[in-house]
């Protein structure tokens, strides 16, 4: 078999600089373009204070001292000093400045992405494993932080810098400046050769991050079974491979690091060397001063700084590539299921009625090869406040139905009504409006109970919420927490038991009372008191509503008023439960299977 890519592989790195992306990225600055301006400013003052200190040097080596001019260089050592402060002081206000520009960017951005995520479909999802997604919203928008905070703003001043160097030495003494400059093409292919080995060196650590970052959480949520079958010891040793790999290509980029600096330190030594030959013969000659030459030191040493900051920036801008280009991906994800461009109302009150007319389905893309429907041809009405039971082996396409009217997925074929209006022609958010949905695998969030039960919607309040506690007896387990209705339940509800967090789930679909309520193996990983309890409440809540409810166990679903019996995606068998098992087909077949004594099965069930 041909090895299939690992779903959690970080992309491959786009090139080191898009000036597509950067104008894209450039666009998140305009909100805050007087911000930049002022910061580009306060560099361009910073820059210039950088060759005060040496041409104040040079006038007290030249001037002062030699005429005894005591005054003169009282105030030059008072003017060096207040340079220096001054421009510790613009620093540090474009540090402010620059830092809450690349927070608000940031903060921008993370909003921007995350309204993406609560739209995007949910077959979205299913492609795209939620470590991904959680990187892009955390590491990859911090990674364009720092090129906000310290790259695109930051790089003026480096340029500002070398510009008002090369242009105080070139006007001090041309001769000598070409002299320190003759190490640049040197420097220039040195900081060539560090680029593309840390671009290397950068991509493999983002590739072994996103394994660390995909292992990690396939363990933790998967912890219970990982004690359950004794695999810790071998995990341990899983995650030190992985980790050791990560720890591998870090060390490799800190030795690029290492070798790095020094060389460019070596080379600001030569043109050090090389400025006190020419310098000093220059001075012995009388063509150079003491003054210059000491300046022409001091601008040598502060000359590569900005070299050496230029290549760090040029690995910070390659890695804000690539998290940009990832970002952009997500925010540029076509969204399918959308509200059409002028939906149609569905009628106040709901009355409920629910058509599928010829529904096909498929997961993924139908249009490539021979599709693997999960629906075939499906047609079927459900009357205003009729009851009605879908059952069939596991993969029959009960939880699909679900699904479809929903619009958590679209048919590739057919069309489902709701009160004879296609569900394509109402709005999204009327239509999840009108229906409760108590799933199998009960989602609760960690905040309070009574939050779960709301969700945070200010049109339910706290009569509500103990009223719908109360019908699917929720209120008994409410009690006995320490702070009742404001007791944190933890990640998932993990304090509470299956069939406890499955109540809260029903007081969830009561407190919004939903027109439609939809019951998807709602009672399968209870007890057999407490799906009691919710047979009961539910034998209320139904009456007066349109309900649909899948259920494996056939226990559950005698007193509905219909069954429709799914098999591979077809509609095989509809009618109540006695004329089904009258009629002595599917139905009757799944019956017995479930319901005849263990020895006798292999004997009277038929094959299906």
Same mark, same amino acid.
């Given at each position: ?100 520009? %690349?927070?608000?960017?940031? !903060? ?52 500002? #810098? ?105 080379? #600001? ?10 310098? &000093? ?7 150079? #001063? ?8 001091? !601008? ?13 920036? !040029? ?24 509200? *059409?461009?002028?939906?149609? *109302?569905? *009628? ?29 041809? =499906?047609?079927?009405? =459900? ?15 009960? #939880? ?19 009160? &004879? ?62 702070? &009742? ?99 002595? %087909? ?15 099965? &292999? ?6």
């Amino acid at each position: 078999m041909s090895a299939q890519p690992d779903i959690h592989e970080e992309e491959a790195l786009g090139k080191a600089y898009d000036a597509r992306l950067m104008r894209r990225l450039l666009r998140y600055l305009t909100a805050y373009w007087w911000l930049v301006g002022l910061a580009v400013l306060i560099l361009a003052m910073a820059s210039a204070m950088e060759i005060v200190g040496p041409w104040l040097t040079k006038v007290a080596l030249d001037d002062a001292i030699p005429e005894g001019d005591g005054k003169l260089l009282s105030f030059l050592a008072l003017g060096y000093l207040g340079a220096m402060a001054f421009g510790f002081l613009l620093h540090y206000t474009h540090r402010i400045l620059t830092a809450w520009l %690349g927070q608000r960017i940031m !903060y921008d951005l993370r909003m921007e992405v995350f309204h993406k995520l609560q739209r995007l479909d949910l077959s979205y999802y299913d492609r795209n494993p939620v470590g991904r997604l959680i990187t892009r919203i955390t590491s990859d928008v911090e990674t364009l932080n720092e090129l906000f905070a310290s790259g695109i703003v930051t790089v003026f001043g480096d340029v500002f #810098t070398l510009v008002f160097i090369v242009a105080a030495m070139l006007q001090m003494d041309w001769k000598l400046a070409l002299v320190a400059f003759s190490v640049i093409p040197f420097v220039a292919w040195t900081a060539f050769v560090f680029r593309a080995r840390v671009r290397e060196a950068y991509r493999d650590i983002r590739v072994r991050l996103a394994r660390i970052n995909s292992f990690l959480h396939e363990r933790f949520t998967g912890m219970r079974v990982i004690q359950l079958f004794n695999r810790e010891e071998k995990d341990a040793q899983e995650h030190h491979k992985v980790n050791m790999d990560y720890l591998e290509a870090h060390l490799r980029s800190i030795t690029y690091y290492a070798l790095f600096f020094p060389v460019i330190e070596l080379f #600001t030594a030569i043109a050090l060397a090389l400025i006190l030959w020419k310098g &000093g013969a220059s001075i012995l000659e009388g063509a150079v #001063t003491v003054g210059v030459l000491t300046a022409f030191l001091q !601008y040598a040493g502060r000359f590569f700084r900005p070299i050496q900051d230029l290549s760090e920036k !040029y690995n910070l801008l390659q890695g804000a590539m690539a998290s940009s280009e990832r970002i952009f991906k997500l925010l540029d994800q076509e969204i399918e299921i959308l509200d *059409p461009a002028n939906p149609i *109302p569905l *009628p106040t009150p709901t009355r409920g009625e629910i058509e599928f007319r010829d529904v096909w389905f498929a997961y993924g893309d139908a249009h490539e090869g021979d599709p693997d429907w999960v629906l075939k041809g =499906v047609s079927f009405k =459900v009357d205003s406040a009729e009851k009605i039971a879908i059952v069939g082996h596991t993969g029959a396409g009960k #939880t699909t139905l679900v699904n479809l009217l929903m619009r958590f997925y679209e048919p590739q074929k057919g069309t489902i009504l709701l009160d &004879g209006i296609p569900i394509r022609e109402a709005s999204l958010r009327e239509l999840r409006g009108r229906i409760g949905l108590v799933l199998q695998d009960v989602f609760l969030f960690s905040q309070d109970v009574a939050y779960n039960i709301r969700l945070g919607s200010k049109k339910i309040g706290e009569a509500q919420i103990l009223k719908a506690a109360r019908r699917v007896g929720a209120d008994r387990v409410v009690k006995l927490l320490p702070k &009742g209705y404001d007791q944190p339940l933890g990640e998932r509800g993990s304090s509470l038991s299956v069939g406890e967090r499955q109540l809260l789930s029903f007081a969830r679909a009561l407190a919004f009372d939903p027109s439609i309520l939809i019951l998807d193996e709602a009672t399968s990983s209870v007890d057999s008191e407490i799906e009691a309890q919710i047979e009961k409440a539910t034998d209320e809540v139904m009456k007066g509503r349109t309900s649909l409810v899948i259920a494996h166990r056939l226990s559950t679903v005698r007193g509905v008023d219909r069954i429709l019996v799914f098999h591979h995606g077809e509609l095989r068998e509809t009618g109540s439960h006695q004329e089904l098992l009258d009629k002595g %087909g599917l139905y009757a077949r799944l019956h017995e299977l479930q319901f005849a004594p263990v020895g006798r099965q &292999g004997a009277t069930v038929a094959p299906v």
